[in-house]
């Protein structure tokens, strides 16, 4: 079966750390791992990843795949209280007429002032 | 800058209800799509359509329908409401995928947080 476990579940740090964000995967057909961010509303696209060992960046957040052991790592430096929300890791089989989404349950970050 | 509205952003429903939730996007995407996201369960997929009057169960299609009559539009239909389907519900659209394209990711509604009582 296919599935995507992302760690910690949760996580509390002040303003300036830096944190690190796990996402594991086991999917058949893979294409590509994203990640989002989600506040209270809708998740919002932050990265798309298919090549390991690429990095993705965009300002103090940045991402990289490993498709040899299954796993991508989100990485946030000098976090701001405004990085506080839910990121879902989620991974794209191919089949069918579309590709579907397999959603890991989040990782909760609550940057503390 | 893609849109993808849904109709409501709270609703409160009594059980045995027939409940439409409504989503639109404006990017011309092909593919579209229902989630709903509950605590520690995460996204899991309900329906999808990849086209007009075209529609494929996700993984947990069970006491939900699915209407796609214009492109733009995808309806979600809860034919008896029951309490376990409260719950926040997604919908997402994305472009079709053909081979040798680039790849797109799916953007999201804010979200409808349903209540059945």
């Known amino acids: 079966e296919d599935k995507v476990v992302q760690s910690p579940l949760s996580l509390v740090v002040h303003e300036g750390d830096t944190v690190t964000l796990n996402c594991s995967y086991e999917?058949?057909?893979?294409?590509?791992l994203l990640w989002y961010k989600q506040e209270k509303k809708a998740p919002t696209f932050l990265f798309m990843l298919?090549?390991?060992?690429i990095e993705k960046k965009s300002g103090r957040l940045s991402s990289i795949l490993d498709k040899k052991e299954l796993f991508s790592i989100l990485n946030i430096t000098a976090t701001q209280t405004g990085d506080s929300a839910v990121y879902l890791c989620?991974?794209?089989?191919?089949?069918?007429?579309?590709?579907?989404?397999?959603f890991g349950t989040g990782t909760l970050l609550a940057v503390q002032p | 800058d893609v849109k993808v509205t849904q109709s409501s952003r709270y609703l409160v429903k009594r059980t045995g209800e027939k409940v439409f939730l409504e989503c639109v996007q404006d990017?011309?995407?092909?593919?579209m799509f229902w989630y709903r996201q509950d605590p520690g369960l995460g996204l899991r997929l309900i329906y999808f359509?990849?086209?007009?009057?075209?529609?494929e169960k996700g993984d947990i299609p069970e006491g939900y329908s699915v209407s796609r009559e214009k492109k733009e539009r995808f309806s979600l239909i809860l034919e008896s409401a029951s309490t376990n389907q409260t719950s926040m519900y997604l919908c997402?659209?994305?472009?079709?995928?053909?081979?040798?394209?680039?790849?797109?990711?799916?953007?999201f509604g804010d979200g409808t947080r349903l209540s059945i009582l």
């Open positions: 997402a659209s994305s472009p079709r995928v053909f081979r040798g394209n680039s790849n797109q990711p799916q953007h």
């Open positions: 999917v058949t057909n893979f294409r590509s």
């Open positions: 298919t090549s390991s060992g």
């Open positions: 989620a991974v794209e089989g191919v089949g069918g007429a579309t590709n579907k989404l397999i």
């Open positions: 990017m011309d995407h092909e593919n």
């Open positions: 359509s990849y086209d007009v009057k075209m529609k």
